[in-house]
């Protein structure tokens, strides 16, 4: 990736989103102090609002759009920034969305414009600030080499399967620096992660699930379908020989760890494998303690594996 | 990967003779089975109109039946009823009762996009299958899905707070739903989560459940919000021919009083 980004990502906008601030704790702790580790300035969005996750879409489109809007609104226009990072799914895919539908739909740059006059803060305007993932902000700002200079306890190959959901590459259209040659990221066999993890030690497994769904969006309201889903995705990363499956999201990642609980209380399925944030494997590398990096909190409890392997 | 959509041929439709010979060939048995006529006299002409007037279903026209859809769909590997494609089809011809007797199962749709990156036509089938459960619940035809129910609880605290606070959210989730808190898999959950926990992180956590966070200077993007709601749930009754009702107006006057 071109150099320019490499100094543009060092100091972002950081958006961590409602998920961060509750189940998703442990992933908000473990960026933040990876960044730190790094060397890397996040700025949190003042006074974020939430971008509308996976529900407000379906009481109104235009009004996810709008929410996501003031978020990079407040990044661009109040603050002067022009990346904004979100190391959740949801929030990332919300802002690009936004950001698409701002520069080719006029009927949400309308709505925008106007729901911006009313709420009394100036209207988000396409392309002002450009969204990244967490994923893309370490390749780019860092990049394998770099981190490969800076990791001090290395993964000693543990072996992970990578899972990046839905959200992170689907639809394509709202992703257009994906697919693009060689360095991009893939919307259909995605890799960041695993280039980035392979460079803190890990090893990588043959893992066809990447990107299949594990029913977050009907997490609760109906967990059989999300029971079934995921424990496909648990078997498939067991079948391949992981460890640890990595994730990238709050909702995946609690998504994983909740129905894993409850395949084997409800369906008598047991897995074993355990479900860790990349930040905190990442975290872990550079040697960064468990509890600095939340692994405590997480509801598959990996401490023993990690103490086992040498990694904590 | 073909598509095997034989069984949409409904079993009652379906006839064998026992025993049958044709011109001296024995076609008894499954050699001798038939579609039986139908005769639909009960086209909806408006169906496809209304449902393109919902978001997320603008593009239905476009639709050109290739599958793809139905092939790369979540829900359809694990129930081979759940059929995006099938469903626009009936849409788009108006056979409201051939979709009606479907209409249980179109909310599991789970939003993983995978037919919308599919879709050679820029169908946006993710956003169909949303305004069809729409639909179904607007006409009346189903009741409120568990996963309407989840959209709404969360949008009203979004749209007055700015903020979602997941606890209150998945408490109020429950009792809409007459669910108990007290299941078995979900105590497990909150015990392995409590396990290694330091304490002020659990007060930390339990403030929050009180004191509900917010986005500071909210309140003018929320009557912003509210009223473009408001305009566009009125739209869409009009549009499907239903009279106008002011739920979601009534709904957040009593919220502002309760903060
Ligand atoms: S978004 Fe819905 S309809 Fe589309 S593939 Fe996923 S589950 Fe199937
Ligand atoms: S993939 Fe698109 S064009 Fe093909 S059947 Fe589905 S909605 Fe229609």
């Known amino acids: 990736m071109s150099d ?10 950081y958006y961590p989103g409602c998920a961060l601030e509750g189940t998703g704790h442990a992933y908000n702790r473990s960026t933040r102090q990876v960044g730190k580790a790094l060397g890397l300035d996040l700025v949190e969005v003042s006074d974020w609002n939430c971008c509308g ?6 009481i109104d489109p235009k009004i996810q759009t709008y929410l996501s809007s003031r978020v990079m609104s407040i990044a661009a226009n109040r603050m002067g920034m022009d990346v904004v990072m979100a190391p959740c799914n949801g929030c990332y895919h919300n802002l690009k969305k936004a950001e698409y539908d701002l520069a080719h739909d006029p009927a949400s740059a309308e709505v925008v414009g106007r729901l911006s006059a009313k709420a009394g803060h100036d209207a988000y305007r396409a392309g002002q600030v450009e969204t990244i993932h967490a994923l893309d902000w370490i390749k780019a700002a860092i990049g394998e080499e770099g981190l490969r200079q800076r990791v001090r306890n290395g993964l000693k190959g543990l072996r992970v399967a990578n899972y990046y959901g839905c959200m992170y590459t689907r639809p394509r259209h709202i992703f257009p620096e994906k697919d693009a040659g060689p360095g991009s990221e893939s919307t259909f066999e995605p890799h960041f992660m695993d280039d980035l993890l392979a460079a803190a030690g890990a090893l990588n497994v043959e893992f066809p699930l990447k990107t299949a769904c594990c029913g977050g969006a009907h997490t ?13 995705i648990l078997r498939a990363a067991e079948t391949a020989g992981a460890e640890v499956i990595a994730t990238e999201c709050p909702t995946c990642h609690s998504g994983l760890e909740m129905h894993q609980i409850r395949a084997d209380r409800k369906f008598g399925h047991k897995t074993q ?15 960064l303690t468990a509890r600095q990096l939340g692994l405590h909190e997480n509801v598959s409890d990996s401490l023993e594996l990690l103490a086992a392997k040498g990694l904590t | 990967m073909p598509i095997h959509e034989k069984s949409l041929i409904r079993p009652e439709d379906l006839k064998t003779h026992e025993q049958l010979v044709v011109e001296g060939v024995d076609v008894s048995g499954h050699w001798s089975t038939f579609i039986q006529t139908r005769v639909i006299a009960d086209y909806n002409e408006a169906l496809e109109e209304e449902v393109a007037a919902l978001p997320g279903a603008e593009h239905i026209h476009r639709c050109w039946q290739c599958g793809s859809c139905t092939n790369a769909c979540t829900v359809n590997a694990l129930n081979p009823d759940f059929n995006p494609r099938f469903w626009i089809y009936l849409v788009r011809l108006g056979m409201q009762s051939e979709l009606l007797r479907d209409k249980d199962i179109i909310w599991q749709c ?3 996009n995978k037919c919308t990156y599919a879709c050679p036509r820029d169908v946006n089938p993710e956003g169909v299958m949303k305004a069809l ?3 179904l619940e607007l006409k009346g035809h189903t009741p409120k899905s568990p ?18 606070e997941e606890g209150r959210l998945i408490q109020r989730f429950f009792k809409r739903t007459g669910q108990t808190l007290n299941q078995e898999w979900l105590v497990e959950m909150v015990r392995r989560l409590l396990r290694h926990l330091p304490l002020a992180l659990l007060a930390r956590l339990g403030l929050a459940r009180l004191l509900a966070p917010r986005s500071r200077g909210w309140a003018a993007a929320r009557a912003a919000i509210q ?9 869409q009754r009009r549009a499907l021919g239903l009279g106008e009702r002011l739920e979601t107006g009534a709904a957040d006057a009593a919220d502002t009083t309760q903060h």
């Open chain 2, 133 to 135: 459960s729409h639909w």
């Open chain 2, 147 to 164: 996963s309407m129910i989840f959209d709404e609880e969360f949008s009203e605290q979004v749209i007055r707070r700015g903020r979602i």
């Open chain 2, 110 to 112: 789970v939003s993983c």
């Open chain 2, 227 to 235: 009223d473009y709601v408001g305009a566009q749930q009125a739209r």
């Open chain 1, 273 to 287: 494998v355990k479900i860790i944030y990349f930040t905190q494997l990442l975290g872990l590398a550079l040697g």
């Open chain 1, 4 to 13: 320019d980004k490499t100094d543009k990502y060092r100091r972002v906008a």
């Open chain 1, 53 to 58: 996750a996976m529900e407000v879409k379906n």
């Open chain 1, 220 to 232: 609760l309201s109906d967990s059989d379908t999300s029971t079934k889903l995921v424990l496909n």
